[in-house]
T-cell receptor
Framework: GESVGLHLPTLSVQEGDNSIINCAYS??????FIWYKQESGKGPQFIID?????DKRQGQRVTVLLNKTVKHLSLQIAATQPGDSAVYFC???????????FGAGTTVTVRA | EAGVTQSPTHLIKTRGQQATLRCSPI?????VYWYQQALGLGLQFLLW???????NRGNFPPRFSGRQFPNYSSELNVNALELEDSALYLC??????????????FGPGTRLTVL
């Protein structure tokens, strides 16, 4: 069936370095993608989204890249900070369905 | 503006009992989504309500049910609890199906423990 997944379950990054979190999806009908951050004991927090008619979108310290040809999504975090330590989920939906399908998540740990 | 709220924060039940979880969406949002997040796993879609009606449900047995009230708040009911129902149950809301703004805002979750 269709699924969203992440390439790596964990990522360790030095404070101040840039982080790249990858996500692969298999539903070619997906038209909307979101990255969420979930800290321990909390619900997922929206980071940034992108629609399928775009290939890049920038926010504050974050950039999302979408490659529809290979069905790949990535989240780049600039100058990673200790507060960025969390589990990051990508989620996708297609135009015919309003629910989000989530990947398993990548745990990001920032080293001081 | 208040975010999505959920109650209770924690809930402890025994096998065979019933659990009721509650969610209040962001003011003005008409859609409510329920997700199950088992320990260390991703979010699994449970139910979607919009304008008081169930619009879609995930691959869960019928003992998982819910409803949405006229004020758009929602309840999730889990009957005949099993040990594997232990999880964080997350509620999210969005403005609904009237537009393409489908960003979902999540509440803090209810931690359900089945003993």
């Amino acid at each position: 069936g269709e699924s969203v997944g992440l390439h790596l379950p964990t990522l360790s990054v030095q404070e101040g370095d840039n982080s790249i979190i990858n996500c692969a999806y298999s539903n070619s009908a997906s038209d909307y993608f979101i990255w969420y951050k979930q800290e321990s004991g909390k619900g997922p927090q929206f980071i940034i989204d992108i629609r399928s008619n775009m290939d890049k979108r920038q926010g504050q310290r974050v950039t999302v890249l979408l490659n529809k040809t290979v069905k790949h999504l990535s989240l780049q975090i600039a100058a990673t900070q200790p507060g960025d330590s969390a589990v990051y989920f990508c989620a996708e939906k297609d135009d015919n369905d309003y629910k989000l399908s989530f990947g398993a998540g990548t745990t990001v740990t920032v080293r001081a | 503006e208040a975010g999505v709220t959920q109650s209770p924060t924690h809930l402890i039940k025994t096998r065979g009992q019933q659990a009721t979880l509650r969610c209040s969406p962001i003011s003005g949002h008409t859609s409510v989504y329920w997700y199950q997040q088992a320990l260390g796993l991703g979010l699994q879609f449970l139910l979607w309500y919009d304008e008081g009606e169930e619009r879609n449900r995930g691959n869960f047995p019928p003992r998982f049910s819910g409803r949405q009230f006229p004020n758009y708040s929602s309840e999730l009911n889990v009957n005949a609890l099993e040990l594997e129902d232990s999880a964080l149950y997350l509620c999210a809301s969005s403005p609904g199906t009237s537009g393409r703004n489908n960003e979902q805002f999540f509440g803090p979750g209810t931690r359900l423990t089945v003993l």
